[in-house]
């Protein structure tokens, strides 16, 4: 109960600065608008299905391109954490390249895959499959060694050790890697749709600036950060809750 | 109750050279006369359940010198026997259950199981681990039945199983709980329901009971001895306590400190059931320990590691428990 009213008292005192500016008049409206300038855009973009068809678009691609990076991002950590050849060469090199900002594999996307949706997956898969490799990798590592050897002890091996024993077992010591994959497949995905015509969120959120309506660029902003958040909120921390009832850990990660 | 056993060859240590290679076929597989100790039964029929001959097992330390962990170890565990493996820590006798249960693979000799070399892991041979090594993302029924569902078990017979199995560790009500909620002897409980359901001719037990409190430890030995009886697999069960040696097992094998050996064997012939503070127990392991003396004092001396000689007189042994 707090904690909503101090919710309420931030967000109120947030929107009345706002109001308050933007009444002021010190920019113009078109630079600076309303409060509800940028509700009116909102309730126009759904109205005429401009955000909902972006944002089936842009899900529907960030969920392809974080799912590849999930999928390769285990095999590759399971690879580099149980291969002392594969940990000294690639582990290395996995870290560096960490340093790399996803939308530096554009140019290159564009040249091998074309200006096409493969070559947006390809920024997604590169921005976040090193998260979830180094946290799959690390997960590995931290995960103690008996979930394994009472694996194999009642009969589990191969695939099926990998799928009922070491994955649910690493999965404490990776959540929060996932997560992180998961802001940065979002990034890496409205950097890359900005970069060309699209129809996903980020190619709505150019058109804003194309056609000087800030509001609607606020808007598609707001819409961003909202999915994320939701997925955040809802996803990874349903996951982490799971975890914690399941370990009895008071913090899952 | 009389120590008869001989003495392990003397010439130690040997060179990892000379260890013999294992043989393929060997004809050591059927049970005769076991070379150190006394022998088994004479009455065993064919082929011992588990056959270990010339178990060795060396490893690279961390300053690159090879060192020997087991060395020669003989053992024939019949059908339906218990058998407790006790020694000093740092005998390997963990270990050798590993080996056993093929989680990992020893230097030279041969595993027999059925006369059948043990080639990686498999469910007619179920370890229960120390820590229990249950899996804290599934239900306490979903535990006990994992090793069914790996078999392919179909889901109904899963079901009665495993309702079957909590049931005979009694732990019905707790089908739905997550490990967490358990208490430690609870835990080992459903170790052991878990191993069970997966229906293994041996279960083997390393130290399944030593970081419980004396009275669940009290009780889960009534438990084990009660399922052992009714369900009549053979167990090998390890641990460093002589006590619950003598209280479980129908034979008590004793291994030396590093490398491990078999030092004697003592059939143990009090009627069951025995009672830790029975007297006749207390008697029996006191002559285990008399024999054990020297192996306690080589392993107090590597604890403390300077090479000074501890002077042990009596009662008190750390690294094995009266």
């Known amino acids: 109960m707090k904690r909503a009213a101090r919710y309420i008292i931030f967000y109120a005192a947030l929107f009345g600065l706002w109001t308050l500016l933007a009444e002021l008049k010190i920019w113009p409206p078109y630079l600076f608008p309303t409060p509800w300038g940028v509700g009116e855009a909102l309730y126009a973009g759904f109205q005429d299905h401009t955000y909902w068809i972006a944002i089936r678009v842009s899900m529907e691609r960030v969920l392809i391109g974080y799912g590849i990076s999930v999928v390769l991002g285990m095999i590759l950590g399971l690879g580099v954490a149980s291969n002392k050849f594969l940990e000294e060469t690639m582990g290395g090199l996995l870290v560096s390249l960490q340093s790399l900002p996803s939308i530096c594999w554009w140019p290159l996307a564009l040249l091998w895959f074309g200006l096409n949706q493969n070559a947006i997956l390809f920024v997604v898969v590169m921005g976040s499959l090193l998260s979830v490799t180094l946290a799959m990798e690390d997960g590995r590592k931290q995960m103690p060694k008996i979930f394994g050897q009472a694996g194999r002890n009642l009969g589990a091996s191969g695939f099926k050790l990998f799928w009922y024993v070491l994955l649910p077992a690493s999965l404490p010591f990776i959540v929060s890697g996932l997560k992180q994959g998961w802001a940065f497949a979002w990034r890496s995905l409205i950097t890359a749709e900005m970069l060309y015509l699209s129809l996903g969120l980020g190619q709505v959120l150019m058109m804003g600036r194309d056609l000087n309506d800030m509001s609607a660029v606020i808007a598609v902003m707001i819409l961003i950060i909202a999915i994320g958040y939701v997925v955040d909120g809802v996803v990874f921390k349903g996951m982490e809750r799971s975890l914690q009832n399941k370990w009895g850990l008071t913090s899952a990660t | ?322």
């Open chain 2, 1 to 322: 109750m009389s120590s008869s056993a001989q003495k392990a060859p003397a010439e130690f240590p040997i060179p990892i050279e000379t260890i013999s290679p294992p043989r393929s076929g060997s004809p050591r597989s059927k049970v005769g006369p076991i070379s150190v100790g006394r022998t088994v039964h004479a009455d065993t029929p064919g082929v011992a359940k588990v056959g270990l001959s010339e178990i060795c097992l060396s490893y690279r330390a961390q300053s690159g010198e090879r060192l020997l962990a087991l060395d020669r170890i003989n053992l024939q565990v019949r059908a339906g026997e218990f058998v407790c493996i006790v020694g000093p820590s740092g005998c390997g006798k963990s270990t050798l259950l590993h080996l056993i249960a093929g989680l990992h693979q020893q230097t030279s000799g041969q595993i027999l199981v059925d006369g059948k070399p043990v080639q990686g892991t498999g469910t007619d041979r179920i370890l229960i681990f120390q820590e229990h090594g249950l899996f804290p993302w599934l239900t306490v029924g979903q535990n006990v039945e994992f090793g069914m569902k790996m078999k392919g078990v179909s889901r109904a017979e899963r079901e009665e199983k495993t309702r079957y199995y909590l049931q005979l560790v009694h732990l019905g009500k707790f089908k739905g709980s997550y490990i967490h909620q358990l208490s430690g002897g609870m835990r080992q409980r459903v170790a052991i329901a878990r191993a069970l359901a997966t229906e293994p001719d041996i279960l083997l037990m390393d130290e399944p009971f030593a970081a419980l409190d004396a009275q669940t430890r009290d009780l889960l030995h009534d438990e084990l001895e009660r399922i052992w009886t009714e369900t009549g697999r053979t167990i090998i069960f390890v641990t460093h306590n002589v006590r619950e040696a003598i209280r479980l097992g129908d034979r008590v094998v004793l291994l030396t400190f590093r490398p491990g050996r078999v030092k004697s064997e003592f059939p143990v012939e009090l009627p069951r059931p025995r009672h830790l503070e029975d007297p006749a127990v207390a008697r029996a392991a006191r002559e285990i320990l008399d024999e054990l003396r020297d192996e306690i004092n080589r392993s107090l001396e590597a604890e403390y590691n300077e090479g000074v000689k501890p002077h042990i007189k009596t009662s008190v042994e750390p690294g094995v428990q009266v």
